[in-house]
Nanobody, 124 residues
Framework: EVQLVESGGGLVQAGGSLRLSCAAS????????IGWFRQAPGKEREGVSC????????YYADSVKGRFTISSDNAKNTVYLQMNSLKPEDTAVYYC?????????????????WGQGTQVTVSL
């Protein structure tokens, strides 16, 4: 059974940092793209970052570029999202998702598997 489990969310003050983890089971990362998405109340789900496990290429939404870093530990089947300089507008439920065969995409319809999400709240 394929599972993606996010962890690491929480409440943090503006300017602070959090590191999200996405642990995968039931498949190997080698030929998958892992994406991070977020959805704030009343807003559409948006792509934040993605990484291709095959070549390590990474992509970021303009809104998080320079503040967030995605990385992958293929031995642990885990992808991380390091979030620095957090802003209140980063408040959302963050989801990781897996897409077979890539390439990196921020189109949620391209993704085959989704985690349950983890809440990130950034206060002033």
């Amino acid at each position: 059974e394929v599972q993606l489990v996010e962890s690491g969310g929480g409440l943090v003050q503006a300017g602070g940092s959090l590191r999200l983890s996405c642990a995968a089971s039931g498949f190997t990362f080698d030929n998958y793209v892992i994406g991070w998405f977020r959805q704030a109340p009343g807003k559409e789900r948006e792509g934040v970052s993605c990484i291709s496990s095959s070549d390590g290429s990474t992509y970021y939404a303009d809104s998080v570029k320079g503040r967030f870093t995605i990385s992958s530990d293929n031995a642990k089947n885990t992808v991380y999202l390091q979030m620095n300089s957090l802003k209140p507008e980063d408040t959302a439920v963050y989801y990781c998702a897996a897409e077979a065969l890539g390439p990196c995409s921020f189109d949620a319809d391209e993704y085959d598997y989704w985690g349950q999400g983890t809440q990130v709240t950034v206060s002033l």
